[in-house]
């Protein structure tokens, strides 16, 4: 059986997804108008929408349902 390579992160999951989500927001400047350039937005503000959630869910406010 082979054992998997694990490694730490050095950046946090937010982090990685709002860089994620810049890098294909200035792909997509590049794309011209199109379902290509539709898509690469959508995942850029997948990528933007989860950093956000992961930052939520990590704050110190959030309360467990009751």
């Known amino acids: ?3 998997r390579q694990r490694f730490k992160q050095r950046d946090s999951l937010e982090i990685r997804l709002a860089a994620e989500a810049e890098r294909l927001r200035k792909q997509a ?8 350039r539709d ?3 959508r995942k ?3 990528a933007e929408t989860g950093s956000q959630m992961s930052e939520w869910l990590r704050s110190p406010g959030l ?3 009751d």
Do not use: D, I, K, N
């Open 1 to 3: 059986m082979t054992t």
């Open 29 to 36: 400047s590049s794309l011209p108008p199109g379902a290509m």
């Open 39 to 41: 898509e690469v937005l």
């Open 44 to 46: 850029a503000r997948q």
């Open 63 to 65: 309360q467990p349902p």
